[in-house]
């Protein structure tokens, strides 16, 4: 049920299939290519289109995650892009090779597009790496890692009143025991309320509870035009919409409670103009969450990652895309009609993508 | 307060470290290169044999599992007359760097011709692989110091064209 706000695009899209591999602590027995090509095949396999007839191919990827130049090449690898196929690539989670290949099916040049995003970020120092995407010139040289980034955010969440550590805690606790239903999840269990505020911090004020696993992992999916999903798919996810914004990139120009962008994002994807079942919310560390949740204005009855989030596994560079995927695996499973997805990039919550879901 | 003016650049450093794991294909030839073997693998669909190998047929798109065992010597597909000091390379300039299609293989790989001057090296050369003592050995490509003209007769061109 659309009102006078909902986005208007050219051409309605779905996703008509999803694959993920299981995350992992540390990848070693195979490569990007060979993470990929099982995540690939399962994904075009599901669809129904012969990977021939795909129109348009895009990838999310980081060469820092891999620590090689063009390693974005090397992946191709997977495809088996012979006759030559209509190929992209964005050195970002791959949530916006998604946004492309959407932007792409509606300039009417292709009918349907598969995207896929891998990182092996066990390989490296995550958080170190992380120093890199911020001002090289009067950021980065004070090397604030991405956990310590976080903890500023956090201490400005916790200092505005809004929150307690207590809350944060809770974050974490719900992200580990939704994981438990998740067999692709990485952190599962239970964390016992009372006892989590004693233990050491990692950071100040965030405890390790509050930071994301180191992960590895691939993800794809295959989205479609209408006529073309329609054709091949029983029960196509319709991206209602999707959109993504940006704010300053030097967080000290930013209110960090704050995400002007997500709400900006989520108001143009029409967020609100129907109910929402489930979210999920691409929030490494707990504080994120809190602020997502206010900026969507998320009823008190919205389930907040089922899937257990990135705090439950955070495949750098395929998190995002992940949160996409499972929101249309609940949404699949009958569990969810509509649902609102959530990729973030850069550090505190810089830039924000919203995709609102839907079954037929 | 020190003169803005005077700054010009700045310095900033970086230094990443990686734990670097092949995956299993190219571990696999990896661990034949200390075996003094050079390993490839068969597509299941197009039969092309890939060295080094990836796991993945490009072509194709599927996962390539046979492994197939290719000849140290080979042909000269293509070449580059390398006039420019490198850091970490330390050759008389200039020197010959070139595409070699090993017998068996499908693809050729990147090495260095030696023990013949730089501009006597032909598209069609027949080359072969010169190892490191055997006691040298570990799983690298430096176990093969460079690739050095066999005397064989050339290749005629229509034989290694589909291979550029």
Redesign the interface.
């Known amino acids: 049920m659309a009102s006078q706000n909902s986005p208007k695009y050219n051409r309605q899209v779905a996703v008509i299939a999803y694959a993920q591999t299981p995350y992992v602590r540390s990848?070693?027995?195979?490569?990007?290519?060979?993470m990929l090509?099982p995540v690939?095949?399962e994904a075009v396999e599901k669809s129904g289109l012969p990977?021939q007839e795909i129109g348009f191919t895009c990838s999310g990827s980081s060469d820092?995650i891999a620590?090689q130049a063009f390693s974005f090449v090397?992946a191709?690898?997977?495809?088996?892009?012979?006759p030559p196929i209509r190929e992209s690539h964005v050195e970002m989670d791959g949530a916006w090779a998604l946004y492309e290949a959407w932007i792409k099916i509606q300039t009417g040049e292709v009918d349907s597009a598969l995207c896929f995003c891998f990182g092996r970020s066990?390989?490296?120092?995550p958080a170190?790496?992380m120093i890199?995407q911020l001002d090289?010139?009067t950021l980065?040289?004070l090397g604030p890692d991405a956990i310590s980034l976080a903890a500023l955010q956090a201490r400005a969440l916790l200092d505005s009143g809004r929150y307690t550590s207590v809350d944060l805690a809770e974050v974490a606790a719900r992200s580990r025991r939704n994981a438990r239903s998740n067999p692709d999840a990485q952190l599962v269990g239970d964390l016992a309320g009372e006892d989590l505020l004693d233990e050491p911090y990692l950071v100040s004020p965030l405890h390790r509870y509050d930071c994301p696993p180191i992960s590895d992992g691939a993800a794809a999916i295959v989205i479609a035009a209408a006529e073309v999903a329609r054709r091949v798919c029983s029960r196509p996810i319709w991206i209602r919409g999707i959109d993504h914004r940006i704010e300053p990139h030097q967080p000290g120009a930013r209110d960090l409670t704050r995400s002007p962008s997500t709400r900006l994002a989520a108001e143009k994807a029409g967020a609100s103009d129907g109910r929402i079942d489930v979210a999920e919310l691409h929030a490494p560390f707990t504080p994120q969450e809190l602020i997502l949740r206010d900026e969507l204005r998320l009823a008190g009855d919205v389930r907040i990652n089922p899937s257990g989030g990135a705090l439950a596994a955070n495949p750098l560079m395929v998190a995002g895309l992940a949160r996409i995927g499972e929101a249309t695996r609940e949404i699949a499973a009958g569990r969810a009609q509509r649902a609102l997805a959530h990729a973030t990039s850069g550090p505190c919550l810089q830039q924000n993508l919203v995709c609102v879901l839907e079954a037929d | 307060m020190a003169d803005e003016s005077a700054i010009q650049s700045i310095v900033t450093p970086v230094r990443m470290e990686y734990t670097f794991t092949p995956g299993a294909a190219s571990q696999r030839f990896l661990l034949g290169l200390a075996a003094g073997k050079l390993m490839g693998q068969r597509c299941p669909e197009c039969r092309k044999v890939y060295v080094p190998p990836r796991g993945a047929c490009p072509r194709c798109g599927v996962a390539t599992r046979d492994e197939v065992e290719v000849a140290d010597r080979g042909t000269v597909t293509t070449f580059c007359i390398v006039r420019v000091p490198s850091e970490n390379i330390d050759l008389e300039l200039p020197y010959t760097a070139a595409q070699i299609l090993l017998d068996g293989a499908d693809i050729p790989f990147f090495a260095l011709i030696q023990e013949c001057p730089w501009d006597q090296v032909r598209m069609g050369m027949r080359v072969e692989a010169v190892w490191r003592p055997e006691a040298e050995w570990g799983p690298t490509f430096e176990n093969i110091r460079h690739f050095r003209p066999t005397g064989e007769p050339d290749v005629p061109f229509e034989r290694f064209q589909q291979h550029l």
Request: net charge negative.
């Open positions: 990848e070693r027995r195979r490569n990007e290519v060979e090509m690939i095949a990977r820092y620590g090397g191709v690898d997977a495809l088996g892009a012979w066990s390989m490296g120092d170190e790496t890199l090289p010139y980065a040289p």
